[in-house]
């Protein structure tokens, strides 16, 4: 139907290809440990909202 | 399980935020290449969904509210900015992406090289669509263009990424031939040359 559920094999295996290595990509930036920045970041927010 | 669309929201939806700090910041490091200045994007974010909660509608999809929010102070910045920024030492490069590739063919260290050199838009609706799991309209929503865009965006992003790593679609190595039969003729060849 579409572009990318195309039946040329070339460019379906091309795609998959590129498919299965952006979420490699993703998927490295995702299991990273979230530096604790973050959470600290949401306590102090959650500490001066208590305060208002 | 599921939440309740009527009544009062079961809880605060600030206390949701956490639950996507993760891929916030896999969008964010995918979007600027950088982890600092991912990690700067991803605080401003967090702090502009707080202050902004009341724009988030409960019930529809957060993690596409909080990209939305990143996405956006990304492209506002560096309009501002107006010049990229680069890794000057290569920090996130040479920590992250040093482990080898396992499939013969695309060299994941080449796809990484090319997929730098994408635009931000391109590497943002190939991560959207190709990589997070959004479908083109979540996608489409997210960017705030039609999803005939994101469609159109996605396949020049995939042709140009396809260019940049030298394989054209239909030809030489990816013609006819399965991955493992590729492999193999590769190996062989290079152990005859």
């Known amino acids: 139907m579409n572009q990318l559920m195309s039946n040329d094999p070339g460019k379906s295996k091309l795609n998959e290809q590129i498919d299965q290595n952006l979420k490699r990509v993703y998927d490295e930036a995702l299991n990273e440990e979230v530096p604790d920045r973050f959470r600290q970041l949401l306590d102090a927010l959650k500490k001066k909202q208590a305060e208002q | 399980m599921t939440l309740r669309p009527a009544g009062s929201p079961r809880g605060n939806p600030r206390d949701e935020i956490i639950l996507y700090l993760a891929s916030m910041r896999a969008f ?87 997929f730098d050199q994408l635009s931000p838009e391109h590497r943002e609706v190939l991560i959207l669509v190709g990589a997070s799991g959004f479908s083109c309209e979540q996608a489409a929503q997210t960017m705030g263009v039609a999803v005939g865009t994101v469609k159109s965006r996605a396949s020049r992003a995939r042709k140009r990424l396809a260019g940049l790593m030298g394989m054209v679609e239909g030809e030489d190595v990816l013609d006819g031939m399965d991955a493992n039969t590729t492999a193999v003729m590769g190996r062989s060849g290079m152990q005859a040359a």
């Open chain 2, 28 to 114: 964010a490091i995918s979007l600027t290449r950088n982890v600092a200045a991912a990690d700067d994007l991803v605080q401003d974010s967090i702090v502009k969904a707080w202050t902004h909660i009341d724009k988030f509608q409960p019930g529809t999809n957060m993690q596409g509210w909080l990209f939305t929010i990143l996405r956006n102070t990304f492209y506002s910045d560096r309009r501002k900015r107006s010049r990229e920024v680069a890794d000057p030492e290569g920090v996130y490069a040479a920590t992250l992406y040093e482990k080898p590739a396992h499939d013969g063919k695309l060299v994941f260290n080449d796809f990484q090289r090319a």
